[in-house]
DNA sequence: AATACGCACGGCATTACCTCA
DNA sequence: TCTGAGGTAATGCCGTGCGTA
């Protein structure tokens, strides 16, 4: 039991100089333990310290108006008696004592013993009641900042994980698409591999003649086909930091007709996610709008911090 | 210089009490 | 009047830093 502690400590004080004096919380309880000795802890109640604010040390009483006050019902006696007293019930801290705390809590939340002492003396505290007060309100602070991070963090999983569906749902929408463009091409599956002649010297497809039984749609639908299936790779090259596209990625990403609006609405937070090389990704290609550059200057400010505004980020720091 | 010890203090989990719907 | 939930003052334990022998 910490006062049964801080009790031991004073009698050694009190039998021999030698030690330094209690702190100042101690010395609180141990002010509170020689003013009430049946108060000297209760382990199995935990009810030791109903502190006597108006029994506080005399020159208490800085913001007077603030004390709370303890009426003769709630001692039960007018020749009160501290010795006898019965264990007062708990008390809260009056309004205008927590808004005072508050008002200190803002301005720092740490509680330097000087601060704590002169708290303690403006509102008719123990100072072990105002840093309790203090220790309670960090609590509190954290437990509210925990709850914000906690939103904050489900809100961008829940646009992430809409963002995943959907993108999967028109990804299969397509493919889909090519299966289907795929059957009704069984000629053209027969010919070489149309991506390949492309990157050769060779003819085209679009040059194939016109005596083709391939008709020009058919035609244009792989090319486009072609050119989706070459983005699709491209931007798997964006995993791949040895890749030397990485800019040609995002070039190619902008004309991704399936996703090309997150080129634009780049989410800040995928750059939390950058390992060793991302320049190549962080960095907008040159032949990007100035919309997109602009994007990105917004994005420095928010850079790391999920994308919420920096106002919004004093609880991650 | 290295070590052990005691003390002060803060963080944290928990308890006990109060208030209110 | 009773009761359960939520808020909060306070307790107890533990880890850490610092001074001292």
């Known amino acids: ?13 009190l039998l021999s100089n030698e030690r330094p004096p209690p702190s100042s919380e101690h010395l609180d309880s141990f002010w509170i333990s020689k003013t009430f000795p049946s108060f000297q802890g209760d382990s199995a109640s935990g009810t ?7 029994n506080s040390p005399p020159e208490n009483g800085g913001l007077g108006g603030l004390l709370p006050t303890l009426d003769k019902e709630d001692n039960g006696s007018e020749d009160y008696d501290p010795c006898f007293h019965q264990p007062e019930k708990k008390r809260r801290l009056t309004i205008d004592q927590v808004k005072y705390l508050e008002k200190s809590f803002e ?5 330097e013993p000087d601060r704590k002492v002169q708290l303690a003396k403006d509102l008719g505290l123990q100072p072990r009641q105002v840093a309790i007060w203090f220790q309670n309100r960090r609590a509190r602070y954290k437990n509210k900042k925990l709850e914000k991070d906690y939103d904050f963090l489900k809100e961008r999983y829940d646009k992430l994980k809409d963002d995943h569906d959907r993108l999967a749902r028109e990804n299969e929408k397509l493919r889909l698409e090519v299966e289907s463009l795929k059957q009704k091409l069984p000629v053209a599956e027969k010919r070489p591999n149309l991506c390949n002649m492309m990157n050769s010297e060779e003819p085209r497809p679009t040059e194939i003649p016109h005596s083709s039984s391939i008709s020009q749609n058919v035609i244009s639908a792989n090319v486009v086909v072609i050119k989706q299936e070459d983005a699709n790779s491209a931007k798997s090259d964006v995993f791949d930091s040895e890749s030397p596209h990485c800019a040609d990625a995002n070039l190619v990403s902008v004309f991704d007709p399936v ?13 939390s996610q950058d390992h060793e090389d991302d320049s190549c990704r962080i960095l907008p290609p040159p032949c990007l709008p100035k919309l997109k550059i602009d994007s990105y200057g917004d994005l420095n400010a928010d850079t790391c911090n999920l994308g919420s505004s920096v106002d919004d980020q004093t609880f991650w720091f």
């Open 1 to 13: 039991m910490e006062i049964d502690k801080v009790y031991d400590d004073a009698d050694d004080m």
């Open 48 to 54: 030791t310290t109903m502190v006597h604010f108006q």
């Open 107 to 111: 301005e720092e939340n740490k509680l």
């Open 259 to 271: 996703d090309s609006s997150r080129v634009l609405d780049q989410d800040p937070s995928d750059f």
